[in-house]
Nanobody
């Protein structure tokens, strides 16, 4: 059974930094894209950043220049380095991984980790 687990959330003050990690485990044949989404109360879940297996990245306009996504393919892990954080970054952050298990390909989601930025 595949598991996707986030870690690293917490409470920080505006201007500070935080690093999220997300590790996938289980009978994984291949991981394609890995992404971070976030959902604030009353809002829909939205893409923050994504990274392909080859390292190509994309970011939401609101985080460009402040957040950096990276991955370690050997560890099936994706990271999100968040710098110069703002109160509007407060949300539950979810990891998404496109994983092939045997002949099956689908999206897997983590349980989410809370990030709170105080002003």
């Amino acid at each position: 059974q595949v598991h996707v687990v986030e870690s690293g959330g917490g409470l920080v003050q505006a201007g500070e930094s935080l690093r999220l990690s997300c590790a996938a485990s289980g009978p994984i044949f291949r991981i394609n894209d890995m992404s971070w989404y976030r959902q604030a109360p009353g809002n829909q879940r939205a893409l923050v950043a994504g990274i392909s297996s080859g390292g190509s990245t994309n970011y939401a306009d609101s985080v460009k220049g402040r957040f950096t996504i990276s991955r370690d393919n050997a560890k099936n892990t994706v990271y999100l380095q968040m710098n110069s954080m703002k109160p509007e970054d407060t949300a539950v952050y979810y990891c998404n991984a496109q994983i092939t298990v045997g002949f099956s390909f689908r999206d897997y989601w983590g349980q989410g980790t809370q990030v709170t930025v105080s002003s």
